[in-house]
């Protein structure tokens, strides 16, 4: 029998915090879980499952409000983007830093 030590299996691929964020950008710009699961390198059953594995998280929270903000850029398409960043309205006065009041 030969001393050679048995290569190392592969790595298994996992839902890394980044794949998590690439695949709810993707979510939100598809509304599709196999999409956005191809996008972030992963299957759509493993999408699924760790959903499942992470319900009641923040990851599940943000999966269901991508959904949401992809129908609703869908239901009105001349609404304005509801990830776009928001600045404050050109007539409205900003606002000055509160002065301490300094008793003397």
Request: proline content about 14%.
């Amino acid at each position: 029998m030969p001393d050679h030590p048995t290569p190392a299996r592969p790595a298994r691929s996992n839902w890394t915090p980044a794949k998590q964020r690439t695949f709810l950008t993707a979510l939100v710009e598809t509304g599709s879980v196999a999409r956005a699961a191809r996008t972030a390198g992963m299957s759509r059953s493993s999408a699924h499952a760790l959903r499942a594995r992470l319900t009641g998280t923040p990851f599940d929270h943000h999966w269901s409000h991508a959904l949401k903000l992809h129908a609703a850029r869908l239901a009105d398409p001349f609404a304005p983007d509801p990830l776009a960043p928001r600045s404050p309205p050109a007539d409205s006065p900003r606002r000055a830093p509160a002065a301490s009041a300094s008793r003397p």
